[in-house]
T-cell receptor, first 113, second 113 residues
Framework: DAGVIQSPRHEVTEMGQEVTLRCKPI?????LFWYRQTMMRGLELLIY????????DSGMPEDRFSAKMPNASFSTLKIQPSEPRDSAVYFC???????????FGPGTRLTVT | SQQGEEDPQALSIQEGENATMNCSYK?????LQWYRQNSGRGLVHLIL?????REKHSGRLRVTLDTSKKSSSLLITASRAADTASYFC?????????????FGKGTLLTVNP
């Protein structure tokens, strides 16, 4: 397996623009997680899915953030409109069951100017 | 906050020496995991220790868990320059169907050749 795949790896956009981050989890993994990493706040869980269903989105900072998982092999995290404070590295991770080790993608480095 | 806290924040050692990192947390856990992150990369799972375990080994890694003190330590023996990375502990505080893995801010380990 190729591991968790994220795209794009880098995204630079202007404030107010819509940003869509994509993730393909490892096949057979039932859990998918979206994290955000910044120097100030560390690694924060934004939302996670179990069998494509969002379970806990309490970490999503605002209504500007939304996430979907239309099928077992694809998820998106959308920010609309984007703001400079959204600049961070966004990671997607998947795991085979609740409590198991998580496999992280390479991340998307988002810069909002 | 239930977040695990690593100590020290940064550690610099010579190749061949042992490196010890500590993690403390505040509420009871199901398991505790250690991850490594190389600069610009995603996190990589190292080891998982369950709440009923006291010690676990994996190659040059040794993890201990003291639930009475709510603390864990990660020992890397005979360190190598390639061990240079940030190390994170993650605590599983899940209850019922609500899964929660909380990451600390990490220890930056530098191994000098």
């Amino acid at each position: 397996d190729a591991g968790v795949i994220q795209s794009p790896r880098h995204e630079v956009t202007e404030m107010g623009q819509e940003v869509t981050l994509r993730c393909k989890p490892i096949s057979g993994h039932d859990y998918l997680f979206w994290y955000r990493q910044t120097m100030m706040r560390g690694l924060e869980l934004l939302i996670y899915f179990n069998n494509n269903v969002p379970i806990d989105d309490s970490g999503m900072p605002e209504d500007r953030f939304s996430a979907k998982m239309p099928n077992a092999s694809f998820s998106t995290l959308k920010i609309q409109p984007s703001e400079p404070r959204d600049s961070a590295v966004y990671f997607c991770a998947s795991s085979i069951y609740q409590g198991a080790e998580q496999y992280f993608g390479p991340g998307t480095r988002l810069t909002v100017t | 906050s239930q977040q695990g806290e690593e100590d020290p924040q940064a550690l610099s050692i010579q190749e061949g020496e042992n490196a010890t990192m500590n993690c403390s947390y505040k509420t009871s856990i199901n398991n505790l995991q250690w991850y490594r992150q190389n600069s610009g990369r995603g996190l990589v799972h190292l080891i998982l220790i369950r709440s009923n375990e006291r010690e676990k080994h994996s190659g040059r890694l040794r993890v201990t868990l003291d639930t009475s003190k709510k603390s864990s330590s990660l020992l890397i023996t005979a360190s190598r320059a390639a061990d240079t990375a940030s190390y994170f502990c993650a605590t599983d505080h899940s209850g019922g169907s609500n899964y929660k893995l909380t990451f600390g801010k990490g220890t930056l380990l530098t191994v000098n050749p």
